[in-house]
């Protein structure tokens, strides 16, 4: 029997091009995107699409039995700077949307769930160099309290009910495909979109907060990786540790000036820089390397090329 695949929050950032990795992948027919927002004209016809609300239980439920759902990719989340304004807003949607989907898997209507989590679940104490697998996590945002609640109960309900959960810490994630989302690192795909228009870019980060960071092509490869691992090389039910490269805004502007000579940016530092200090510099990921075999492709130069090309 072929996988059917359900994405939640697929119009955000990782499911836009997750969506369509996966149904190149597993056939369009067996991935279906979901959203509150309904997609384009031209992304409706390209498979099936539900209008879900994740905190709508019985409307989850209903899809993944009209469907016969085996997998389900959660990506819903209110971002760290966009929680911040709003807390039991962020808490609410973060926690209850999870544990709708956990419950579901708990009761055998589906086989296996991905649910990320994020480099915001680290915290002021936490090892900022190479930051280990297992470490202090004191996060300071509601996001980051959301995410290491939730990596806590998915190893939970791996353990106690035997559901197969699954979860990367993604760094900052960088898109050409979607536009910011309120997120900290979100500086590092405005900053392109300025650049490819010939632009100058304000910086509301510091010039040496430096944090690590990942190409979407890696970020959905490392998605669907440790989906397709064998359950025994997936030792770690929390989240693992994934990483491709750091860099801080002036060395990103410097990459960028290799290809846009006159690129300008200044700096108007605001409350996302306090989010960002509390964040790893970078990230140790030899655990996820080791166990399933996990390797990025895109380096720092490679990836501003790309951005560059594509948005131009």
């Known amino acids: 029997m072929s996988e059917k695949i359900l994405v939640l929050g697929s119009s955000g950032q990782i499911g836009t091009d997750l969506v369509e990795t996966l149904r190149n992948n597993y056939g369009a027919d067996n991935v279906i995107a979901s959203d509150l927002r309904q997609p384009s004209a031209e ?6 699409f539900e209008t879900l609300n994740a905190l709508d239980a019985k409307a989850a439920f209903d899809i993944i039995k009209k469907h ?150 890696d970020a959905i490869k490392a998605t669907i990786g440790i989906m397709e691992a064998p359950a025994e090389q997936v030792k770690i039910r929390t989240s693992y540790n994934v990483g491709a490269f750091s860099f801080n805004p002036e060395e990103l502007a410097a990459s960028i000036r290799k290809e846009k000579p006159n690129f300008k940016m200044d700096y108007n530092i605001d409350s996302r820089n306090e989010i960002a200090k509390g964040w790893p510099s970078s990230i140790d990921d030899s655990v996820a390397r080791e166990h399933w075999n996990w390797q990025p492709e895109f380096s720092l130069e490679a990836m501003v090329k790309d951005m560059l090309k594509n948005l131009s």
């Open 68 to 217: 016969k759902v085996s997998q389900v990719y959660h990506l819903v989340a209110m971002l760290s700077a966009t929680a911040e304004k709003m807390p039991l807003k962020g808490w609410d949607l973060n926690m209850q949307s999870l544990f709708n989907f956990l419950e579901m898997a708990r009761e055998k209507h589906f086989k296996k769930m991905y649910w990320p989590s994020s480099i915001a679940a680290f915290g002021p104490n936490t090892p900022r160099d190479n930051t280990p697998q297992l470490t202090v996590m004191d996060p300071g945002t509601v996001y980051g309290i959301s995410k290491l609640a939730g990596e806590l109960w998915c190893e939970y309900y791996f353990k106690k009910y035997g559901v197969d959960t699954r979860g990367l810490r993604y760094p900052g994630l960088i898109s050409y495909k979607t536009e910011p989302g309120g997120g900290t690192t979100d500086y590092a795909v405005d900053i392109f979109h300025k650049a490819a228009k010939d632009q100058d870019y304000t910086c509301y980060l510091g010039a040496d907060s430096s944090l690590p960071m990942m190409y979407m092509p």
């Open 43 to 48: 992304r409706l016809a390209q498979g099936p």
